[in-house]
């Protein structure tokens, strides 16, 4: 018997006929028809758990399922993410080990930490991996926005020092990512993790929460790290502030950008990164290309690169 819940896979492909497809596995993107024993039980639940909203979660014996629902030119498919059952360590996720070596070293700071990529390539899962590591390492509280929920975060966490770390997942209020941001920074939050930077209000209220000392992180959808600052920068400008203060936001907020993509088969994780220096008091070349509107940082990442393969910290200060 072949159950949903026991078959491997990252996302299932739902089409208007109920056929379902999922990555082949032998190829880049090539897919491949499966059948699952309990598939008419599980489309049930996914169809009847739909209130409207396209994105919405799906628990399904046990398993988190991620549902976005479209309307194609024959009627209704989904795409549906199969969620893991417990949050991956962070060692585990395939980032260069320098790279990984200056994520985790950033739990004591402030600012946003901006994740990019397309979709599926493993933003949330890192988002949620690093939060995990810094509420097991440093404690504090933590506060989730999301729609919907998809990592397993919620819950009490143990750290070394005997301390704790304590995390509070919560959907963004009828898909109001602005008042879900509202909300959590009235819970005064040590870590706040916004879902997804999707609109010039919210990208304003995380600016602002990342230089008011909290350590943000967040998602875009960008094609590279330059892409994702500049798409933050026009969200910024657009959100009712001048296109010199939005550069001024960003260049004062940011604390680090990644990108990643998956390639290869199997997947394997391809990452580049830029960094700030988390002691916003002291001169810093990215600050300062930001501030300039002229966001050519191919140099500077290659330079910070080359320090961190060298095994030297990028800001002393850390």
């Not at 600052?229 to 990644?258: P, Q, R």
């Not at 501030?291 to 002393?316: C, D, H, R």
Request: aromatic share 10%; proline share 6%; glycine share 8%.
């Amino acid at each position: 018997m072949t159950l949903i819940n026991d078959e491997e896979f990252s996302d299932l492909y739902v089409t208007p006929q109920k056929e379902a497809f999922i990555w082949s596995k032998k190829t880049a993107y090539g897919l491949q028809p499966v059948v699952f024993d309990d598939y008419s039980e599980f489309i049930e639940e996914v169809e009847n758990r739909y209130e409207g909203q396209p994105s919405y979660l799906v628990v399904y014996n046990g398993y988190n399922y991620r549902v976005e629902r479209t309307v194609s030119l024959y009627g209704v498919q989904y795409c549906i993410r199969k969620m893991p059952l417990s949050v991956p360590d962070f060692n585990t996720l395939g980032f260069p080990p320098v790279i990984a070596k200056h994520l985790c070293s950033l739990g004591r700071s402030s600012g946003l930490l901006l994740v990019s990529g397309a979709t599926g390539s493993g933003k949330s899962t890192t988002m949620a991996s690093l939060l995990k590591t810094f509420l097991t390492t440093e404690g504090g509280y933590a506060f989730t926005i999301e729609n919907p929920i998809e990592m397993p975060l919620d819950g009490i966490y143990r750290c070394p020092s005997g301390d704790f770390g304590l995390c509070k997942q919560t959907s963004a209020p009828g898909g109001m990512w602005a008042e879900g941001l509202k909300a959590a920074l009235r819970s005064a939050p040590r870590y706040i993790l916004l879902g997804e930077i999707r609109t010039p209000e919210v990208a304003c209220l995380a600016l602002q929460a990342a230089m008011s000392g909290h350590l943000i992180f967040s998602t875009i959808h960008a094609n590279s790290v330059p892409d994702a600052v500049n798409s933050l920068v026009k969200y910024a400008a657009s959100g009712g502030v001048s296109e010199d203060m939005a550069y001024e936001l960003v260049s004062g907020s940011l604390l680090g950008c990644i990108h990643q993509i998956l390639v290869g088969v199997p997947k394997m994780l391809k990452v580049s990164s830029l960094f700030t220096n988390p002691d916003v008091t002291k001169p810093d070349q990215v600050r300062g290309i930001i501030k300039s509107g002229k966001l050519n940082f191919a140099t500077v990442m290659e330079a910070q690169n080359i320090k961190m393969l060298n095994g030297k910290p990028l800001f002393t200060e850390i």
